[in-house]
Every structure is written in structure tokens, then in C-alpha cells.
């Protein structure tokens, strides 16, 4: 794993790795309890799986136990750069940087065409989720998202501990898993892509018309998303206004008219774009909780049309 460090000309006490219990802190408690893993969605459990091949097991156990203690002040991103403090046995912060290697603009451009072939990538990735077979866009590029060798991480610590990774590393390496979870975008910003540019890059391939309006309405951005054409042609029919005498009328041809109801393809989709809302106070996971009951309500819609 490559690894840098500032060098000094002397040799002195604080060359020696701590040994003493850290300081308390009060810095970003991970959420996973002793017991359970790290990684509660796939890819960020796919994270871990990743670091814990290419990573000593013991400075791991270490770095676990000050994730969970909240030794870790901060994490900042700054492109594919995570800058972050944690608190040891001394009194000032350690300084931890960790950085992932990025992927070419060439390759990335293979990517994004595999994501932008299949509606559903888009859709998922809009809704905050990553698609299960997201890794064989990268596969299609001969890349992987996920770190595959030591030589794909860059990291540094201020602390006096030669070894690489150090347990401060470790527990920032932790944590990351959990920010993951939560926004998958960070992963391909650690890679090269912001969010912001991948999603104008699908919206670009999948819009199929050049100068697409960037401003463009929710509907319209999730219409072409899901592989709909814009018809020029289109009749929307008389106002609410002009019909509003007819309203509860039933039209003519609605005999004629047959619906499928299925599951859609990204349960709670509209409240994975918006986010966890500031007023829930509850120690339990909203989205996780809203996608339960989207999940059944759409069951519980099926089975009602099966039963008519």
C-alpha cells in the first residue's frame, strides 16, 4: 500500500508507536454496534470486504474499536482526498489522509455508456441506491470500483506508527463504509466522478437530444431516465378548467383500458431523493422504514389486483 511521510533527520521518543489508551473524544460515533459488520447496504459491506483483504486483521480490530468510540474527529472530502483527524493517546489529533487512485476519463467514459444502456442503473442511482450489477459497468472497462490492490490507496498518517495502515487510518476506513451506505455517489467521487457529473452524463446518453435542458422539472428528469421520448406532437387535452363539469365522468374508451401493476424497480424511490427529513428525531433509519412500507403497499396492491 503506498504510503508517504513527512521525514526528519533525528530520532527522538515520538518515533515510537502509542501503546496507551486513546484521549475520549467525542468525534462521529459509527453507528455499527460490537457484534454486528460494518457495510449494512452491499456495497458498502463490499468496502469492507476490500480493505479487509488488502489490510493487516489486527489494525483493523484496533481501528474498529476507535471508530465505535468516536476517536474520529472529521471527515472531509475533497474530490477523491479524505482528510480527516483522530484523536490518540496525545493530545493533539492525529492528521489522516487517505486518498483512492482515480479512473481515467477513457475508461469512465466506458462506464458511464454500460450505465446509461440499462434504465434501471439510472434509476437506482438517482434514488440513491447502487444497482447489484453495477460492477459490470467497470468490469466493461477493465476497472473495478472498489480498491483491488494495495497500490490503489495512498495514505498517510501523522502519528508515530511506521506501519501502514495505521489504526487511526483504520478507523477512518470504517467510518467511510457508513458514509457509503448512506450516499453511494461517494464512491465514484473517490474514483474520478462526481455526482453531479455522472448524472449529466446519463442524462446526456439517455436523453438522446443535444443542449437537454439542465433545468429541466423532476418529471421530465425521471422521464428520461426511464427511456421515455419527448412527443412534439402530444395532445394533453382540454384544461382542469375547461373539464372540470366532467370530471368524475367516465370517459368513453375506458373499458378498453388494461393495467399491470408490478413492484417498481426502486422502492421508495421518491423519498430516497429527497432524504432523511430534518424533523425525524428517531434513533431508527427513515429510509430503511419508508421502504419497508413502499415495499408493502406495493404487495399489498398486487394482491388486491389479483384478487379482483
Known sequence: MAFKRRRRSYWSWDDYPEHSSPLPADGIKAQTRAGQNFGKTWWGGKWIVALERLVNPGRLQRGRSYARRGQVLNIDFSGSRIDSRVQGSRRDPYEVSIEIKSIDDKRWSKVVDVMASQAIFAAKLLAGEMPQDIEDAFGSARVSLFPERAADLLTECSCPDYANPCKHISAVYYLLGERFDSDPFLLFQLRGRSKDQIIAELRARRGGVE??????????????????????????????????????????????????????????????????????????????????????????????????
Open 211 to 308: 443542449g437537454f435542458d439542465q433545468q429541466a422539472g423532476p418529471e421530465k428528469e425521471q422521464a428520461l431516465f426511464e427511456g421515455a421520448e419527448a412527443d412534439p406532437d402530444y395532445d394533453a387535452g382540454p384544461s382542469l378548467e375547461e373539464s372540470v363539469d366532467r370530471f368524475w365522468e367516465m370517459g368513453t374508451d375506458t373499458e378498453s383500458m388494461q393495467f399491470t401493476i408490478t413492484r417498481p424497480p426502486v422502492d421508495a424511490a421518491p423519498v430516497k431523493r429527497l432524504g432523511q427529513p430534518p424533523f425525524w428525531k428517531s434513533e431508527r433509519d427513515f429510509i430503511s422504514d419508508m421502504e419497508s412500507l413502499y415495499r408493502a403497499i406495493s404487495e399489498a396492491a398486487i394482491k388486491t389486483a389479483l384478487e379482483e
